[in-house]
């Protein structure tokens, strides 16, 4: 057993947190589920009686952007003095950012608790170990930096060439891996093809609406069902016809950046909302001809 470990610490119970970024991890990654639950097994060969499993964060990521229950539980059992030891396999599973990572640390200090993970015991009271530690909290929110970066210079290199990589528009079907065409079935293409003629005479979307509801004049959508998309046909609601014209891809054009997230701060903690408009002339990407159309791009901005 390591000199770190006293009898004021094996009195109090051992907390194990085990935390995985996504649901896919959990579900893909046994190996490293199994080596933090692992975990428990060594807290009792250090001589803890009673060890506490935190896993209600698996699936959540690290980083502070989302709330984390087991996380907020561990620093609460913490500050109250229960706990002897805190288990990880490693920093980053505590926390991504140096905020959360040395609010925890200055906690242990505070309730004399020490930190063990799969390379070592550290006690924070010790400055050796508290430099240690402020150093794994430190690469932790780095790496996870370099991660992003790297991550969101392919996804722009991609946006870059025109390569479309989200789920692609009602009447339009995917050509390889990156392109789109228009769809073949013909039904859909009328369909699409009937709210721009529609559009032009009409003049507001209103009236278009209520043409198609007294009509009975059915839309094709896309609906999803565990994980599945599938083409259906209802009446259409006012939010999916304005999108179909607001949208530059039935104009033959490749557009990015029409949106941008907005952040606040909230409870000490920042919050991003996303899907602010913002004017075509700040579009990120802009590519026109890029495939099929269903009107022409003078008409779509005329429609706006």
Known sequence: MSDKITGQHLERAA???????TLQQVRNNLESSRRQYALEDRARDLGFKSVVVIDDD???SGTGSRERPGFARLLAAVCNGEVGGVFALEASRWAR???????????????????????GIYDPRLLNDRMLLGLKGTMSEFEIGILRQRAREAYNQKIQRGEVMCRVAVGYVRSGATGIEMTPDREV???????FLRFAPMGTLRQVFLWYHQQQILMPRLHVRDGVYSLIWTLPDYQYLLRILKS????GAFAHGRTKSQSRVVDGRSRKS???????EQWEILIKDHHPA???????LDNQ
């Open 294 to 300: 269903y009107v022409s791009f003078d008409k779509y």
């Open 97 to 119: 950012n140096n905020r959360d990572w040395h609010h925890l640390i200055d906690l242990c200090v505070l309730t004399e608790t020490i930190v063990v993970d799969a390379e």
């Open 15 to 21: 907390y194990v947190y085990i935390r995985q970024s």
């Open 274 to 280: 996303g899907g602010h408009r913002v004017p075509l």
């Open 58 to 60: 698996l699936g959540i």
């Open 189 to 195: 293409q009328e369909a699409v093809r009937g709210l």
């Open 248 to 251: 530059p891809t039935y104009a």
